[in-house]
């Protein structure tokens, strides 16, 4: 599977975007999707992940309530919409895919992985 992450740039805190992750496989469907960041100087940590089906998401206690994660099977797309975004939330974002049950918090449980994309909030 080739994972293909979009939609950083920057933004004023208290704004919002919208990552986009495009997966290669029509089998996308049969993974777990989940969103991950790592900010300069720091060790990569889980944002949110999400279901094969959409019905069980998990978020980091730093996101809950501003982040929202879900998935279009049919365009094999997921996306992270970012709101109330603050300047701690500043990081390059990464989509990854595990062909599990569960959408786990360890990046260790992901076995594809996009590229990267910046997301910057200014204060």
């Known amino acids: 599977v080739q994972l293909q992450a979009s939609g950083g740039g920057l933004v004023q805190a208290g704004g919002s975007l919208r990552l986009s992750c495009a997966a290669s496989e029509r089998t996308f469907s049969r993974y777990v999707m989940g969103w991950f960041r790592q900010a300069p100087g720091k060790e990569r940590e889980f944002v949110a992940g999400v279901t094969w089906g959409g019905g069980i998401t998990n978020y980091a206690d730093s996101v809950k309530g501003r982040f929202t994660i879900s998935r279009d099977s049919a365009k094999n797309t997921a996306y992270l919409q970012m709101n109330k975004l603050a300047p701690e939330d500043t990081a390059v974002y990464y989509c990854?895919?595990?062909?599990?049950?569960?959408?786990?918090?360890?990046?260790?449980?992901?076995?594809?992985w996009g590229q990267g994309t910046q997301v910057t909030v200014s204060s």
């Open positions: 990854a895919a595990a062909l599990t049950t569960v959408p786990g918090r360890r990046d260790s449980g992901y076995d594809y």
